[in-house]
T-cell receptor
Framework: GEEVAQTPKHLVRGEGQKAKLYCAPI?????VFWYQQVLKNEFKFLIS????????ETGMPKERFSAKCLPNSPCSLEIQATKLEDSAVYFC????????????????FGSGTQLSVL | DAKTTQPNSMESNEEEPVHLPCNHS???????IHWYRQLPSQGPEYVIH???SNVNNRMASLAIAEDRKSSTLILHRATLRDAAVYYC????????????FGKGTHLIIQP
């Protein structure tokens, strides 16, 4: 597709329940990134993929969070046993490459998934 | 990682130019300067980026100081649709980072 598609737009979970978020990157983009925006303006990088391989997972919480990008499937971010503090907007982005030296390598973001943990 | 400093918020009038400053005094020689903006209830979108020379595109202009320790994003004629949070971000050309967002500048446009 021509845009990064994130589903669902909104997700409500009770504390302790599982949450799964999906992201379809732009066709032809090799890199996928997940960000968490907890408060307005503050982004936290979680994880990135190069195709189906984890590229950088330094931002991923060690427990409860996992992510995958499998061939011919949307990428996914899963949170086991959600906590109140996981309430945030989760953004997915994709890019053709990571060199960031030309306009073709900019990040394209989806509209986000608003996760509310009650 | 080199950090950026931006004002928390700025206000401007519709149809006037807007100059959004960014300080990055610890920038290294290989860092590119990127600007993204986030409109209300949307994901960030790319605005412009540069290395040393000033850059222009259909959205904005980027003026980079000669010593590269600061830069200014210029919106030539602001519209209400330009009201957003603007992020100035440094990224190493050829690096592996997914861009580190700071707190950005909340731009308010008055009609």
């Amino acid at each position: 597709g021509e845009e990064v598609a994130q589903t669902p737009k909104h997700l409500v979970r009770g504390e302790g329940q599982k949450a799964k978020l999906y992201c379809a990157p732009i066709k032809g983009h090799s890199y996928v990134f997940w960000y968490q925006q907890v408060l307005k303006n503050e982004f936290k990088f979680l994880i990135s993929f190069q195709n189906e391989n984890v590229f950088d997972e330094t931002g991923m919480p060690k427990e409860r969070f996992s992510a995958k990008c499998l061939p011919n499937s949307p990428c996914s971010l899963e949170i086991q046993a959600t906590k109140l503090e996981d309430s945030a907007v989760y953004f997915c982005a994709s890019s053709q490459s990571i060199r960031r030296v030309s306009t073709n390598e900019k990040l394209f973001f989806g509209s986000g998934t608003q996760l509310s943990v009650l | 990682d080199a950090k950026t400093t931006q004002p928390n918020s700025m206000e401007s009038n519709e149809e006037e130019p807007v100059h959004l400053p960014c300080n990055h005094s610890t920038i290294s020689g290989t860092d590119y300067i990127h600007w993204y903006r986030q409109l209300p209830s949307q994901g960030p979108e790319y605005v412009i980026h540069g290395l040393t020379s000033n850059v222009n595109n259909r959205m904005a202009s980027l003026a980079i100081a000669e010593d590269r320790k600061s830069s200014t994003l210029i919106l030539h004629r602001a519209t209400l649709r330009d009201a957003a949070v603007y992020y100035c971000i440094l990224s190493k050309g050829g690096g592996a980072d997914g861009l580190t967002f700071g707190k950005g500048t909340h731009l308010i446009i008055q009609p």
